[in-house]
């Protein structure tokens, strides 16, 4: 029995032998603290989050997909898009395709885009010109080879109006019946 | 930044007056067309100025329109922008078709961006909302009163077993083994 005991000893002490031991491995140092249970927690912070909402507490950002960059945008920002994009200047438009919307003290994560109609981004176009000349220059040494290309990319200057995020966090969406 | 174009003017995306954020106003603010009315080379610039420009007069009331004849000149196009900038451009030869498009971009963009390159793309008087990221972010705040070295901060979970590891488990779990055959053997 002694053996047994010593055996057995011998075992937990190579589980729990401090920081180099197996359980070390398994047990996260994150444990709940409050009591509460789950679905009472997220109610609380749902209702937190639409309170803070409703407040204004503080300044929004959202990261917006636009022709295929992410950007982030907070009020006022100005963006430079390049390549062909058909609004023209003066044009107010709405940015739908919000992945990530945020405040100071919460953020909405998209899967892969926030709900529609929780979000709002508005945005001006304020400018659409050219950039300036970019030189593509190729030379190849010792084979008779160069080439000079010049060329002037399409830039649409935005304006971000607003981000605004109704204060309507886990209410259905519009678009589902 | 690449080599390529660092002999041009660096510089920031800006915006004159505020431009967009209450109002969208027009930057254009003159535009002169200088040409000849006999040769050949304005010829485009005289189509142009016959059959576009006073509907493009009518259509922007807040652009200043100047036409300047000048004989055996070729045609150019001057346009001046609230910003101050000023953009010329040589219409030689330019058939009615390019001369329309060159016109419209002059008449939406915001200045010359000719001389200046861009160094960012995005600008923003507020480059972070909730603090920038620091190694102690999203951590746990008990890391602020705990004596270091700790064993509970120090585990290292991170990585997976190694083979060292894995060979003392072994031999430690064949010395149990061993153990229990001794405790048959009783």
Redesign the interface.
């Known amino acids: 029995m002694a053996l047994i005991r010593a055996g057995l000893q011998r075992l937990a002490s190579v589980f729990n032998a401090g920081p180099a031991g197996v359980l070390s491995r398994y047990i996260t140092n994150l444990s709940p603290i409050e009591n509460k249970s789950v679905s009472e927690s997220t109610k609380d912070v749902i209702a937190e989050c639409n309170s803070l909402i409703e407040k204004n507490a503080s300044r929004n950002f959202a990261i917006v997909h636009l022709l295929g960059k992410q950007w982030r945008v907070t009020d006022g920002d100005l963006l430079v898009l390049e390549g062909f994009w058909p609004p023209n200047i003066g044009d107010k438009i709405k940015l739908d395709k919000v992945l990530l919307a945020g405040t100071k003290d919460f953020s909405l994560i998209g899967r892969p885009v926030v709900q529609p109609g929780l979000v709002d981004v508005t945005a001006t176009v304020i400018s659409k010109g050219l950039s300036h000349t970019r030189t593509h220059f190729k030379k190849k040494r010792r084979k008779q080879y160069m080439r000079i290309n010049f060329q002037r990319a399409q830039q649409t200057i935005l304006r971000i109006n607003s981000v605004e995020i109704a204060s309507k966090i886990n209410e259905a969406p519009n678009n589902v019946q | 930044m690449s080599a ?2 660092m002999f ?1 003017k660096p510089g920031f ?3 004159p007056l505020q ?3 209450g109002r ?1 106003v ?2 254009l603010q003159r535009i002169v067309f200088k040409f000849c009315k006999s040769s050949g080379g304005s010829r485009g610039m005289r189509d142009y100025i016959e059959q576009d420009l006073v509907d493009f007069a009518k259509v922007n009331p807040g652009v200043v329109v100047y036409l300047k004849p000048r004989r055996h000149r070729s045609p150019v196009v001057v346009a001046e922008y609230l910003n101050g900038d000023r953009l010329w451009m040589s219409c030689h030869n330019k058939t009615h078709e390019e001369i329309t498009k060159w016109i419209e ?1 002059c008449r ?4 010359n ?6 160094r960012k ?6 480059p972070s ?3 920038p990221w620091t190694p102690f972010t999203f951590k ?1 705040p008990e890391l602020n009163n705990t004596v270091l070295p700790n ?7 991170r990585l997976p ?1 190694s083979a060292t ?1 894995q060979l ?2 072994m031999f ?2 064949q ?2 083994y061993e ?2 055959e ?2 048959t053997a009783e």
């Not at chain 2, 939406?108 to 200045?111: A, D, L, N, R, S």
């Not at chain 2, 961006?113 to 861009?118: A, G």
């Not at chain 2, 064993?151 to 979970?157: M, R």
């Open positions: 390529k174009n041009l995306v800006r915006a431009n967009g954020v969208y027009c930057q971009v939406t963009q915001q200045g961006n000719e001389d200046i390159r861009l793309y995005q600008y923003t008087d507020y909302v909730q603090g746990d064993t509970k901060f120090g585990v290292n979970n077993i590891e003392r488990l430690e779990k010395k149990l153990g229990d001794i405790k």
